[in-house]
């Protein structure tokens, strides 16, 4: 991705400030835009020839930036019923056994289309469960990794896992951390017993405490826990108490999701009752209470539903203007080629999205015929990089410097951006942002809707979906 000429911010390091009625006002539904344009715009023409044409684009332009690997292990032992990602319950390991036969195979395609160019600078392993891998398994498959990519070095790079604490002990947490893993996330959602119950995902509070303390004396560099708001069961009350348990575990990095209950699209979540669901106004107390809590107890915002301790790499990117946002969520390596590997699993290379096949048995089909298992894709027009870059820039800054965006690209903002400019004037009377003749800066009552405001660059809003000729479905923006 092309990246910015520096401008010196205007609101460095802004507070938020949490407005219940405004966010009750002007919250609708709308995309996360950890990509623009988002996933359900992918078309199945997008092909494996398209993706090997990115790639000889990035060869022949000197292959300047370094590479994101993304690890897809889509298995878990058992569901949670609020669960909207892609991925296959089973208890049956050997599936796993298979799964990494053919997963080599393709990171053995990948390696070997970008030899010579392959330093990777960030690792992620995300799922489904990482941890349904065994330990033998991990360390057999990171091995290949490190055997057909160039990794930098444990104090430059960020090689993180996603972890579920039901699936380890503290003796696999340190292999994890001896395997080279420096950050880890622990599915969290919520400590309350009834809650748990509620979404078929029993945790007990002592395994998950277990599981950071053994994360800090292993030493990796960010501990990050994943929460949920909007459960069954969920209260006020309830949602205090998980937070003085999180904010005791003293983790670097906080996510708090909301829950989005789609049980329409979500065959899982028609196991929740749906009179066991907050209310909207709850949902909106709840989040209230989150905000106050973390930053009382000295995190900072970052955007969107995360927060992190100042000193972490993700605060100290967000001041210093680096900070990127990808498939998995916000990242501190912008500008790197993200190649992805497993079932369904997105990569970014040049200008270009391309996502693998989603079922096991496709996935394993264009394998065995030698294919990369590319199934959809898309091509990012001049239009499309413009305005990723300005959903980017609102995402992770919260202000965009128009005239430093018209250095680096050949058009009047004013002009290029006319219609969405006139949009953004009804959020600047609701108080969301400030526009000037330099700057579009969302102030610190705006920053909770900022998925909002970069709505209004999204230009494929409200158009028929590509593949299934139908409207997205997205979840409420809080
Ligand atoms: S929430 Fe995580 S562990 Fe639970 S079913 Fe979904 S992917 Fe698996």
Redesign the pocket.
């Known amino acids: 991705m092309k990246t910015m000429p520096a401008a010196e911010s205007k609101y460095p390091s802004t507070p938020i400030q949490f407005d219940s009625e405004l966010i009750g006002k002007v919250t609708q539904q709308g995309p996360r835009y950890t990509s623009y344009p988002t996933a359900d715009r992918f078309s199945a023409n997008f092909q494996m020839g398209d993706y090997l044409q990115a790639v000889a684009q990035i060869k022949s332009g000197g292959a300047r930036n370094p590479l994101s690997l993304y690890i897809h292990i889509p298995f878990?032992?058992?569901?949670?019923y609020?669960?909207?990602?892609n991925?296959i319950?089973t208890k049956n390991h050997s599936k796993a056994e298979t799964y990494l036969v053919y997963l080599k195979q393709e990171v053995d395609m990948q390696a070997a289309l970008f030899a010579g160019m392959n330093r990777v600078e960030q690792l992620h392993f995300g799922?489904?469960?990482p941890t349904f891998l065994s330990d033998e398994e991990m360390g057999d498959l990171v091995k290949h990794l490190r055997k057909s990519f160039s990794f930098v070095s444990d104090a430059e790079g960020e090689f993180s896992i996603?972890i579920?604490p039901r699936t380890v002990d503290p003796a696999r947490i340190h292999s994890l951390r001896a395997q080279g893993f420096n950050r880890i996330s622990l599915?969290v959602?919520d400590f309350d017993p009834e809650v748990q119950k509620a979404v078929n995902?029993i945790q007990p509070e002592a395994l998950t405490i277990r599981a950071i303390e053994a994360a800090r004396e292993a030493d990796f560099k960010s501990i990050s826990i994943d929460l949920i708001y909007g459960l069954p069961k969920q209260t006020v009350m309830t949602m205090s108490t998980t937070l003085s348990k999180v904010i005791a575990a003293d983790p670097d990095r906080i996510s708090i999701y909301n829950y989005a209950h789609m049980p329409h699209l979500f065959k899982?979540q028609r196991l929740i009752a749906d009179d066991e669901i907050p209310s909207a106004q709850a949902k909106l107390d709840m989040l209230s209470l989150c905000v106050r809590r973390l930053t009382d107890a000295g995190y900072v915002y970052i955007g969107m539903d995360h927060f992190a301790k100042p000193n972490d790499a993700l605060a100290v990117a967000q001041r210093q203007g680096r900070l990127h946002r990808n498939f998995q969520g916000y990242s501190t390596h912008a500008g790197a080629e993200m190649v992805s590997c497993g079932v369904s699993a997105i990569s970014a290379v040049g200008s270009t999205y391309s996502q693998n096949e989603k079922s096991l048995e496709h996935y394993y089909e264009r394998i065995e015929r030698g294919e990369l298992p590319i199934a959809r894709g898309l091509k990012l027009t001049n239009d499309d990089l413009l305005r990723r870059m300005v959903i980017q820039m609102l995402m992770c800054n919260f202000e965009l410097s128009t005239k430093v965006f018209e250095l680096a690209y050949p058009i009047s903002f004013s002009t290029y951006f006319a219609r969405e400019l006139e949009k953004l004037r009804e959020f600047e009377v609701d108080g969301l942002l400030s526009i000037d003749e330099d700057w579009l800066t969302v102030t610190p009552k705006g920053r909770f809707l900022v998925r909002n405001i970069c709505m209004a660059f999204d230009r494929y809003l409200g158009m028929p979906n590509l593949i299934k000729l139908e409207r997205m479905q997205y979840s409420r923006t809080i």
């Open positions: 878990c032992q058992s569901l949670c609020y669960c909207g990602c991925k319950i799922g489904g469960t996603e579920d599915g959602q995902r899982s």
